[in-house]
C-alpha cells in the first residue's frame, strides 16, 4: 500500500472529501463503500470523475486536518496537469460555460456561488 491508498487511509483515520473545480460542490467520500468497491490498494490521485451538480470534474482532498491536502501526485509543474486542464476548458466552452475571474461562469451567466443560492431557495 502507498502512504494515500484507500487502505492507508482507512487505517488511518483520514476524511476524504470531494471538491468540484466547477460548481466548488463538496461532501464527504464514504471510503468503506470504496474499499468494498475498489479494493484497499484504490488511490484516489489524479483521479478526476463526473461532479453530480454540473459538467465539472471532481479531485480529492484529506479534510482530516484544519488545511485540506490534495491526494494528486501531480501539479502544474507537470505537462500532464497542464493537459488536463486544457481539455477541460475546451470541454467545458463548448458546452457554454465560461472562465471569468478565475471562476466558471454557467450558459446562463450564473457564478457558483449565484448557483448555489438558487437551489438552495
Not at 78 to 84: K, L, N, S, T
Amino acid at each position: 500500500m502507498t502512504d494515500d491508498s484507500l487502505g492507508r487511509l482507512i487505517s488511518n483515520g483520514r476524511q476524504v472529501r470531494w471538491v468540484c473545480m466547477i460548481c466548488e460542490q463538496t461532501g464527504q467520500v464514504d471510503l468503506n463503500a470504496v474499499l468494498a468497491a475498489k479494493g484497499p490498494d484504490f488511490s484516489f490521485a489524479n483521479r478526476r470523475p463526473p461532479c453530480r451538480y454540473c459538467p465539472g470534474r471532481v479531485r480529492f482532498v484529506d479534510s482530516t486536518s484544519m488545511w485540506p491536502r490534495r491526494l494528486d501526485t501531480i501539479s502544474s509543474k507537470d505537462p500532464d496537469w497542464w493537459a488536463f486542464e486544457e481539455a477541460e476548458k475546451k470541454r467545458l466552452t463548448a458546452l457554454g460555460w465560461r472562465l471569468a475571474v478565475g471562476c466558471w461562469i454557467d450558459p446562463e451567466g450564473l457564478t457558483p456561488t449565484e448557483r448555489r443560492a438558487r437551489n438552495v431557495t
